[in-house]
């Protein structure tokens, strides 16, 4: 009943158009909007690419417990319907990584085309005034959290089960008991909020905070030796490149990653990091960076130089828009 509403209010809108656009970038999701916009744009004939951020309706079937996956499929089932004609009727594909186009030509049956296009996601490096950066930096050294000589290592994301923070709390333990100094500083918030700070009451080498603004993280990042991002190797995430990966690299620290597939393959490829798969690959990773200064600044030199060639938000953008009107010319 949703789902045809949402449909219908969409189509009355549609033909309140006067004018028809020359090409068109759609969103998917969601599947409904998806869906009528590309049937209304095939229609009028306009070329358009649809752009895949998430594997819906496939992750809602994911998150089922296995005995119900069945169930969730056949209830879900015309939402498949919809999402692969959205798809399918489309000029070409764009996606937020290469997994992530493979996988959409893959669910639609559709053949991939030379106008298909990874759009990494990225967003524009926001200025912001030195004395704000100041003004952050004394906020973190009254925390007690100022630039020493040790390691420290940052996690800035949302504290949900999308990410597994027990190897972190297993080699902060480790590093204390070998009297190496080295710290781990977790600004964020969500589901696993009190489990965190519970746990890091028995880690003096572990901080955790809430949100911070974007002062605050820049500071940080300036005063920091590398990020960690220990996201769970789930089906949709092994096949994507996370937006908190790119803020890694447009910030220059090293990644230590616990993430397969397209992040393993990136921090292989460009020396950006390491990807751990244990609390002892981790500590390893760890000592390797805070004892070899070169490594740290080589990782960190390349992090920054591949966001400026891939990711950058600017070259992103206006290749697209180069992208779009050529096809637009075709």
């Known amino acids: 009943h949703g789902r045809q509403e949402i449909i219908d209010a969409i189509t009355k809108q549609l033909k309140t158009v006067d004018e028809i656009p020359d090409i068109a970038f759609v969103g998917y999701p ?3 909007a998806a869906y009528i916009m590309s049937a209304w744009l095939k229609k009028k004939k306009v ?13 809602l ?7 119900l996956k069945i169930f969730a499929k056949i209830f879900l089932a015309p939402y498949y319907l919809l999402a692969k004609k959205a798809m399918s009727n489309a000029t070409a594909i764009s996606a937020h990584s290469l997994g992530f186009l493979n996988w959409s030509l893959s669910f639609s049956n559709r053949k ?3 106008q298909d296009r990874v759009t990494p996601l990225t967003v524009s490096e926001n200025q912001i005034p030195e004395e704000e950066i100041k003004e952050a930096l004394r906020w973190w050294a009254d925390q007690g959290i100022e630039k020493k000589t040790g390691f420290r290592i940052i ?30 500083i977790l600004c964020g918030k969500g589901e696993k909020d009190k489990e965190l ?7 003096e080498n572990v901080r955790i905070f809430s949100w911070i603004d974007l002062p605050k993280i820049r500071a940080l990042s300036g005063i920091s030796d590398a990020s960690i991002a ?18 890694s690299l447009m910030l220059g620290l090293p990644i230590l990653s616990s993430l397969r597939g397209e992040v393993a393959n990136l921090i292989s490829n460009y020396d950006v990091g390491f990807t751990y798969s244990n609390s002892a690959d981790l500590f390893d990773y760890i000592i390797s960076l805070s004892s070899d200064s070169e490594l740290q600044k080589l990782t960190s030199h390349n992090a920054k130089n591949l966001y400026e060639l891939e990711f950058k938000f600017d070259n992103v953008y206006d290749s697209l828009v180069s992208h779009l009107e050529n096809i637009r010319r075709i």
């Open 112 to 114: 991939g085309n030379s």
């Open 155 to 184: 996690f800035v994301g949302s504290f949900s089960r999308a990410f597994d923070f027990d190897p972190i709390f297993k080699t902060a333990k480790l590093i204390n008991s070998k009297q190496i100094d080295c710290e781990f």
């Open 47 to 59: 070329p358009f690419l649809i752009d895949i951020k998430d594997q819906w309706p496939n992750i």
């Open 30 to 32: 969601p599947i409904e």
């Open 61 to 67: 079937v994911e998150s089922i417990p296995h005995p």
């Open 197 to 203: 700070r519970s746990k890091a009451e028995d880690h």
């Open 230 to 247: 220990p996201y769970k190797s789930t089906d949709d995430f092994v096949i994507s490149i996370p937006n908190k990966i790119i803020d």
